[in-house]
């Protein structure tokens, strides 16, 4: 079955095999995307092309930090000139620096808000654009999380970038659905990635006392979320627009 077959998808953030981007590009690929996949690190997403092609998929790859607009002009126009367009954006990077509210430095609460909330804007703006230009709709998934829907201690930088994600998603999706543009947002709980293993090293008894409230009592897996952007992005999705998939094996159920 190839879902994505002819389509051609951006993912950022996509520098670890172990991440929530890598596994989402491995997906698109599988199923037939043509996959753009961008990071700060070249390495990063060089070897996640590299198995991407190992398995005949098709990977292209561009150093980028989501938070310079000029990198995203210069981006979606090497899509274009390659490939044709852009059919599917995930907006995937991020960051998070969790600690309490009188702990956080003014330097860590922007960062945290262009890395995950700037970033979004930009990406979506210049997508949307030239999605408009091609006239053939598309579809967006910007990443946001459980923590831009409940209260979850240490995140209130990290918080109110996703929360802005969530909302912002769902404005550009009522400014677009007459051009079939889908805008949507995935919200990852306890997912298994490099984050978290940073998060765990910071917090090591908050980590544990949240994973050990999760409903199903594990932590997900990137393909968890990987497989909710493959729905979003494949014409499976087609009359879903503005809502949120929550993948945290029930923990915003309490």
């Not at 991440?19 to 753009?36: H, I, K, P, S, Y």
């Not at 980028?64 to 126009?77: A, F, N, S």
């Not at 929360?163 to 079939?180: F, P, Y």
């Amino acid at each position: 079955m190839a879902r994505m077959n002819g389509k051609v998808a951006l993912i950022t953030g996509a520098g670890s095999m172990n991440g929530l981007g890598g596994a989402t590009a491995m997906r698109f690929a599988e199923e037939g995307a043509t996959v753009w996949l961008t990071d700060l690190r070249s390495d990063g997403i060089e070897a996640v092309a590299t198995a991407i092609e190992a398995r005949n998929g098709h990977a292209r790859t561009m150093v980028q930090d989501v938070t310079k607009e000029d990198g995203w002009d210069e981006l979606i126009d090497a899509m274009v000139e390659r490939d044709g367009g852009i059919d599917a954006l995930v907006n995937n990077a991020g960051i998070a620096v969790l600690r309490p509210i009188e702990a956080f430095a003014t330097d860590d609460w922007h960062r945290q808000l262009r890395v995950n909330l700037d970033s979004v804007f930009f990406g979506s703006r210049r997508a949307i654009a030239r999605m408009r230009e091609q006239g053939r709709g598309g579809a967006i998934i910007n990443i946001s999380s459980v923590a831009g829907i409940v209260g979850v201690p240490y995140c209130s930088a990290y918080a109110a970038a996703k929360g802005g994600v969530r909302i912002m998603s769902k404005v550009l999706a009522v400014e677009c659905a007459r051009d079939g543009i889908r805008v949507n947002t995935v919200h990852p709980g306890m997912i298994e990635t490099d984050m978290q293993i940073v998060a765990r090293r910071d917090n090591p008894d908050n980590f544990d006392k949240v994973v050990g409230s999760i409903p199903m009592g594990r932590m997900g897996e990137p393909l968890d979320i990987a497989n909710a952007n493959l729905f979003l992005a494949s014409d499976e999705g087609r009359y879903v627009t503005g809502t949120e998939i929550i993948v945290d094996g029930g923990m915003t159920a309490q």
